[in-house]
């Protein structure tokens, strides 16, 4: 017996949901750049699950690839963005956020 | 029955682990909480009849992006507290407003009209043989594409990791 049978997409909707704003409350709350991305991976992997969730619901292959897609782009983007973040490291001896501001109108 | 109890411990599990990756001081114990939240989501796969997604999930995020994370992490001698804190107003005013868009994202979610599903209940979607038909058949040039992606971002991380470009 699976989950679709018993439990309403309305749950998975919910819990997607819950756990994206989780995600954007540690982006606005911290200001380590790190914790700050660790919660972007957080708002990737809520959507990931609504995706799986509607594929499995609609019987549809195609959220599940989505998915996969979405892995590979994760960790395109979690290799560049840790250089960078290592690169900022380097100049500015912090990962503290707030001093990144030259681009801040 | 027991699924029910099931989706509920994990759930229950995915929340707390997540609230407690933005709220840990210790950015190493932040990256084991994110590990966990990433446990109990692929459990939500395999409840969901999404079994090698489970896997793949377990094995690209926590075994490899994590890795990366705590390797950097552990690499720029983070492990210790030295974030500054923000102020308490300010702290506030994130959490209502994150608490505000939930309250929308639910509301709107609340009126949506609800899914009916087109194809017949097939319970083998997930495994691996429907998958690669799929991203086979209908996904080739995307999933080409991503390759070019992956060797695009390995160059550029190792254009920017290195110490100074002659």
Same mark, same amino acid.
């Given at each position: 017996m699976?989950?679709?049978?018993?439990?309403?997409?309305?749950?998975?909707?919910?819990?997607?949901?819950v756990?994206?704003?989780i995600?954007?409350?540690? +982006?606005?709350l911290?200001r380590?750049?790190?914790?700050i991305?660790?919660?972007?991976?957080?708002?990737?992997?809520?959507?990931?699950?609504?995706?799986?969730?509607?594929?499995s619901?609609?019987?549809?292959?195609k959220?599940?690839?989505f998915v996969?897609?979405?892995m590979a +782009?994760?960790?395109?983007? +979690?290799?560049?963005?840790?250089?960078?973040?290592?690169? +900022?490291?380097?100049?500015?001896?912090?990962?503290?956020?707030?001093?990144?501001n030259k681009?801040?109108? | 029955?027991?699924t029910?109890?099931?989706?509920?411990?994990?759930?229950f599990l995915?929340?707390?682990?997540?609230?407690?990756v933005?709220?840990?001081?210790?950015? @190493?114990?932040s990256?084991l909480?994110?590990?966990?939240?990433f446990?109990?989501?692929?459990?939500?796969?395999v409840l969901?009849?999404?079994?090698?997604?489970a896997?793949?999930?377990? @094995?690209?995020?926590?075994g490899?992006?994590?890795?990366?994370?705590l390797?950097?992490?552990m690499?720029?001698?983070?492990?210790?507290?030295t974030?500054p804190?923000?102020s308490?107003?300010?702290?506030? $005013?994130?959490?209502?407003? $994150?608490?505000?868009?939930l309250?929308?994202?639910v509301?709107?979610?609340?009126?949506a009209s609800t899914i009916?599903?087109t194809?017949?209940?097939?319970?083998? @979607?997930g495994l691996i043989e429907?998958?690669?038909?799929?991203?086979?058949?209908d996904?080739?040039?995307?999933?080409?594409? $991503? $390759?070019?992606?992956?060797?695009s971002a390995m160059?550029?991380?190792v254009?920017?990791?290195?110490?100074s470009?002659?």
């Open positions: 699976s989950a679709i049978q018993i439990i309403p997409i309305e749950w998975y909707l919910l819990l997607s949901t756990l994206f704003t995600g954007v409350a540690g +982006v606005m911290r380590n750049a790190i914790i991305f660790m919660s972007v991976e957080l708002m990737l992997n809520a959507v990931n699950l609504l995706l799986v969730a509607f594929s619901y609609l019987s549809d292959s959220g599940q690839v996969f897609f979405i +782009v994760a960790a395109a983007e +979690v290799a560049v963005g840790l250089a960078i973040l290592m690169m +900022v490291y380097r100049n500015t001896k912090s990962s503290d956020i707030n001093i990144l681009l801040k109108w | 029955m027991i029910t109890y099931l989706f509920y411990l994990l759930t995915a929340i707390m682990f997540a609230i407690r933005v709220s840990t001081k210790n950015p @190493i114990h990256v909480y994110l590990v966990m939240t446990f109990a989501i692929a459990g939500h796969y969901l009849n999404a079994q090698f997604l896997a793949v999930h377990i @094995i690209v995020y926590a490899a992006i994590m890795v990366l994370f390797f950097l992490i690499l720029l001698n983070l492990n210790k507290e974030e804190h923000k308490v107003w300010l702290k506030t $005013s994130a959490v209502v407003a $994150s608490g505000l868009l309250l929308v994202l509301g709107a979610l609340k009126g009916q599903a194809n017949t209940f097939n319970p083998n @979607i429907n998958l690669g038909k799929t991203l086979f058949n996904f080739l040039l995307p999933f080409e594409l $991503s $390759s070019v992606l992956l060797l160059v550029g991380a254009m920017l990791g290195k110490k470009i002659k």
